[in-house]
């Protein structure tokens, strides 16, 4: 449509204050990003890394410290948000969690949970909401029998496809996929992300994919962010983040993939350092 | 592509429908008890059809009589069928642990559910509010609601379910806090639904089952906590046949001599009560195992 | 020397009617100072597979076949002496540390428990012992750490502690369920050091289960592909990576991504993987299968040797060399 990024942060600070502790954990510092139409934008990390964060920031499950966010040109204020602009902000961002075992909702089945959806931000009467559910159930490759069952009888990969249906419902500008494959069968791991990239095709809709697996962050994204830490030391395309890593995080993250020629190298004992918070 | 339903047996285990789960995964010790419990609703029920003898029918002419083929259990001091004045006593039996359960459940899951939604200060002045409910237990809610307002079933049942909210809702307020936080709720804020909605819709089916099973263990104490607010006569009031009166009269029976009334109505009681928390347990213990 | 040898183990779950077969069926081996890769997707029975060997199957499974440790049957053993092999023959570490330790109770404690209980050690020599292994494991300054509690240690740390425990009664054979699937990626590079350091100073048999086929190529001597409750293929890990034989194999090297290369779309292995009890008569991978034929359907291939690996398909012989590990642009 236009020039201008569907999805922008800039500045994005993240301080949890521990009471107890009386102490400060900066989650996020200073992280900013911006998101083309169509274009599918990867956040790289291991845990601690703040990415999770960062999407909860932008789908208002957190409060930013610091920091503004824009998307599709409007700016999200942190804080308190209401129901109308929730709904508002339906229409623009989404987002796919990682575990498909809680991430629907037990008691409701698949095609009232995406009616919901469409209704909510539609409107639309019972003929057109059960077509239009059909018709996302068939863009995530599921049948419309799917529709009748609770997710308990789905396996792991067809609940995600579920959420992804839920989330494509209100057709959303942007998708945030928060470690959305990270908890399936490698095999069906490969169907999601094939799926996910003929809805990228289909449709313009971008992405925002949080993962820490760069074999899969290679597939699935044009660009990248390295997060360690809270703090963005790498950017760029990803093919020359992953070919040609220039921050020394980046290259032992990448030198700690597993393949077929891959031995484990012993690290510094870096256990001085690690204590959980 | 993935087309397949997978099969139930594969996948963890979810929750059924409250008919369900109730008859067909009781297991033997709930069925019995729910045949129990069953066969008692009958009676209390049906109390004018099959009951033999009207239970204040006086004939003080064969008081305290042995069980005989015209009364089937004897007599009480006044003469009064023993049978009848049983069966048509588990008619407030039911009732008015029914109606302490069915107030406190609503009242306290509500209550529960919404101090669980809202979070923070509110949260924490009702979780104080409760703590200080918790104090008093019940029976003591019940004699000065009684005390105030005069004996009688109805204020010993107003009473009791005020003092039965606050366990309610502390159960349902745990449960509800931590289903808040998973995803799928998340996921509803997301889309914009409103606060009532998504506890309505999405919070309260899904701790259904939790609640049933609080509500049918709790039902048992209900029995014995009214049966013994009408046992010191600030319940039910006699003649009205009832077991906890029918306790209390007997008691006195008994120290003539007579404890056929006072056993058969203490019995009954507590076979009322483990029927009940025998129900709740294998409930519980059904609805735990196939917890998702 | 072998450690472990499995004959025909089974395991079925439930009675009657309502029995399921979650293993069907597998037999394997592993020398001493061996790592036996196990690599399967969900339902596949690996992880019961682990339980079976260290004698702790659900209690109301069924377990049939023959599972020879050093000779003696695991199967047919008597209580006491099962719990002598679980303490001091065999060891087990999985996927979430902090769900197996006693979060009240420290990592000294731990560390020190099973020692004293089982090997009668004074609890000073035990804490000299406790902070030995720590060192082994990568931990220096065990002194300090035997104080501290489960939730106070990352999880790659926790899982050391693990490893520290489960080597302490010097087992001949450690299984690993998962051990690293839970952590990043270069904390599992840590441990995946120290496991395979320890594996060869100790002349350690290990078992190692996981998802993660370029793991187990990486760190493991041979690989064994299960599924549906049956192993598919046994190799040398190098040989199965390079040119795998049996179609599933390479069907989950296809699907994998590759961290070098970005395909148009990625190769798939259409349906969703099952369990033993979900197959019908015949190969239980046929119904994804791209090269099945109509023997596949109705007859089930038993796992033959082709050269130095076995592998269980009916037109192993045919395809071997041919089955592709990437997709066509694959190029390192």
Redesign the interface.
């Known amino acids: 449509m236009s020039d201008s990024p569907v999805a922008e942060a800039i500045g994005l600070r993240k301080v949890f204050r521990n009471a107890h502790a009386r102490s400060e954990t900066v989650a996020v510092a200073d992280v900013s990003f911006s998101i083309a139409e169509g274009e599918s934008l990867a956040i790289v990390g ?2 601690g890394s703040g990415k999770t964060t960062i999407a909860r920031m932008l ?3 957190e409060r930013a410290t610091e920091g503004t966010i824009h998307i599709c040109g409007r700016e999200y204020g942190t804080g308190h948000i209401r ?8 229409r623009e961002l ?2 796919v ?3 498909p ?8 089945r698949v095609g009232s949970c995406i009616a ?2 469409v209704r ?2 539609f409107g639309c009467d019972g003929a057109t909401c059960a077509a239009r559910v059909a018709e996302l159930l068939d863009q995530v ?3 419309s ?2 529709a009748q ?10 609940r995600q ?1 579920v ?1 992804i249906a ?1 989330a494509l419902a ?1 057709r959303p500008r942007v998708l945030i996929l928060d470690e959305a494959v990270a908890a399936l ?7 999601v ?2 799926l996910l ?1 003929d809805i990228r095709e289909t449709t313009s809709i971008s992405y925002l994919f949080i993962s ?1 697996d ?3 962050v ?3 994204s044009d660009r990248a962010l390295v997060l360690h830490r809270g703090t963005v030391v790498e950017s760029g395309p ?2 020359a983040i ?2 040609h890593p220039s921050h020394e995080y980046t290259r ?16 510094q ?4 350092a ?3 918070g | 592509m993935d087309t397949s339903i997978a099969p139930t047996a594969a996948r963890t285990g979810a929750p059924l429908s409250l008919a369900g789960r109730l008859f067909a995964s009781l297991g033997k010790a709930g069925l019995i008890a729910l045949v129990v419990i069953l066969v008692v609703a009958f009676a209390a029920a049906a109390a004018p059809w099959i009951a033999p003898y009207d239970p204040q029918a006086i004939d003080l002419g064969n008081v305290f009589a042995a069980p005989s083929a015209q009364h089937l259990l004897g007599t009480d001091g006044l003469g009064r069928d023993l049978l009848s004045r049983l069966i048509w006593g588990s008619r407030t039996t039911f009732i008015g642990p029914l109606l302490v359960i069915l107030m406190s459940t609503v009242v306290g899951s509500a209550l529960g559910i919404a101090s669980a939604w809202v979070g923070g200060v509110v949260d924490g002045a009702i979780a104080r509010v409760l703590d200080v409910m918790f104090a008093l237990p019940g029976i003591v809610f019940a004699l000065v609601a009684v005390a105030v307002y005069g004996a009688g079933l109805t204020t010993a049942v107003i009473g009791l379910a005020i003092a039965y909210t606050p366990y309610v809702a502390r159960v349902v307020r745990g449960a509800a806090l931590r289903e808040r936080n998973l995803p799928y709720i998340a996921a509803c804020s997301v889309q914009g639904f409103s606060a009532l909605r998504i506890c309505v819709r999405h919070l309260l089916p899904n701790l259904r089952t939790l609640i049933t099973v609080q509500a049918v263990a709790s039902l048992g104490f209900a029995v014995v906590e009214l049966a013994a607010i009408s046992f010191l006569g600030l319940g039910v009031q006699p003649p009205t046949p009832d077991w906890g009166v029918s306790v209390a009269t007997g008691l006195q029976a008994s120290l003539q001599g007579h404890p056929a009334e006072a056993l058969y109505a203490g019995t009954v009681i507590v076979v009322m009560v483990a029927a009940f928390n025998v129900m709740g347990d294998s409930l519980s213990a059904r609805a735990g195992a196939s917890r998702r | 020397m072998t450690v472990l040898d499995v004959r025909d183990l089974r395991l079925m779950i439930g009675s009657g009617a309502a029995t399921l077969t979650i293993i069907d069926g597998i037999s394997f081996s592993i020398e001493r100072g061996e790592a036996l890769g196990l690599v399967g997707e969900s339902g596949c029975g690996k992880s019961m597979t682990a339980r079976s060997i260290i004698g702790l199957p659900p209690p109301n499974a069924r377990v049939a076949g023959e599972i020879d440790f050093e000779g003696r049957d695991i199967l047919r053993m008597g209580s006491r002496e099962l719990r002598a092999y679980r303490a001091s023959q065999v060891a087990m570490i999985f996927q979430d540390p902090r769900a197996h330790t006693n979060p009240v109770h420290t990592i000294g404690d731990f560390l020190t428990e099973a020692q004293c209980e089982i090997g009668g050690v004074t609890r000073a020599a035990a804490r000299r012992r406790a902070i030995e292994l720590l060192a082994d494991v990568g931990i220096p300054d065990g002194e300090q750490r035997l104080a501290l509690y489960p939730h106070q240690l990352s999880g790659g740390l926790l899982q050391r502690v693990m490893i520290a425990s489960a080597l302490a009664a010097d087992p001949a054979l450690l299984l690993a369920d998962e051990p690293t699937t839970a952590l990043d990626v270069t904390t599992q590079a840590e441990v995946m050091a120290i496991l395979t350091r320890l594996r060869r100073e100790r002349d350690l048999a290990l078992l190692f289960i996981t998802h993660n086929l370029e793991l187990a190529a990486a760190t493991c001597d041979r690989t064994a592909v299960m599924y549906a409750g049956g192993l598919v293929e046994v190799q040398r890990s190098a040989a199965l990576h390079d040119a795998p034989l049996h179609p599933y194999t390479s069907g989950l090297l296809c699907a994998r991504p590759s961290i070098d290369h970005a395909d148009r779309r990625l190769v798939v292995i259409p349906g969703r993987p099952v369990s033993a009890f979900e197959t019908g008569p015949g190969c239980s991978f046929a119904p994804r299968c791209a090269y099945a034929e109509e023997r596949c359907r109705s007859e089930k291939p038993t796992r033959t040797a082709v050269g130095a690996a076995s592998v269980a398909c009916h037109r192993a012989a045919e395809l071997q060399g041919s089955l592709p590990i990437g997709s066509v642009e694959a190029a390192s």
């Open positions: 291991e845990s789908i208002g499950l129901t109308s602009e929730r709904r508002r902000r339906g989404q987002i969690f990682q575990d075992y809680t991430s629907l909702d037990p008691h409701q919901e959806v909510q931000h490759g599921l049948q029998e799917h069952v609770r997710p308990h009888k789905l396996s792991g990969g067809q496809r959420a839920r209100a069968d490698v095999s069906v791991q490969a169907q992300l094939n990239a820490h760069l074999a899969v290679r597939q699935v990803t093919a992953l070919d032992k993250l990448r030198a700690a993939v597993p393949s077929r020629a891959w031995t484990p190298e012993q690290t004992a870096v256990v001085t690690e204590h959980t």
